[in-house]
């Protein structure tokens, strides 16, 4: 959880990114096949972070559901930097 679970809206912990990094590196060096997910707080600041640490699904709930247009919202936040 990149929020602290309970309600939407909250914002994003960048406390957690170190940790998204590190299990991508574990899946990496020791041949783990998972996926990392991350759910709550994923905007169009927060996605490119997450996936820049390995990150393969992101839920992204009141960011989506305010964006004007969601089509170009869900375009954005799933291109790879």
Do not use: H
Not at 14 to 20: E, V
Not at 55 to 70: K, L, S
Request: hydrophobic share 40%; glycine share 10%; with cysteine.
């Amino acid at each position: 959880m990149t929020v602290q679970p309970g309600f939407g809206g909250q914002s994003f912990r960048k406390d957690i990114l170190p940790k998204m990094a590190q299990f991508d590196q574990w899946r990496e060096e020791l041949g783990l096949n998972y996926r990392l997910e991350v759910d709550g707080g994923v905007d169009l600041i927060t996605a490119p972070l997450c996936i820049s640490r390995g990150v393969d699904t992101m839920v992204a709930g009141t960011a989506f559901f305010q964006a004007e247009d969601r089509v170009a919202f869900a375009k954005t936040v799933t291109t790879r930097p």
